[in-house]
């Protein structure tokens, strides 16, 4: 076994605070958040370690750990030009690596 992460396509899941928060935004957001995680499903690294390691997503996300002292611990994904965030956890399991989105803001 090594230390090395499957790759991608990644799992996701939605904590269901979240969920209806995002249920809640008008349609148009309700796009952008899918949009949005649908960026991070698909990423090589989800943690996005190392310079201009966000440089593949669209000019209008990009992403940073919540804590630098943490930086495999959850991370924030920007959205909208910083209009939007959601905060998503990256689970790096042997089987079956998942993303978990834990919270989300829109204004």
Known sequence: MTDALMGPPWQMDWRLDALADRDRFPEHVRRMVDEAP???????????RGIDADADLPKSMYVEPVRSTDPKGPHVLHFDNHRGWLIYTFIPRTEDPQIVVEEIFWQ
């Open 38 to 48: 649908a960026e991070l499903v698909t990423a090589k690294d989800p943690f996005f």
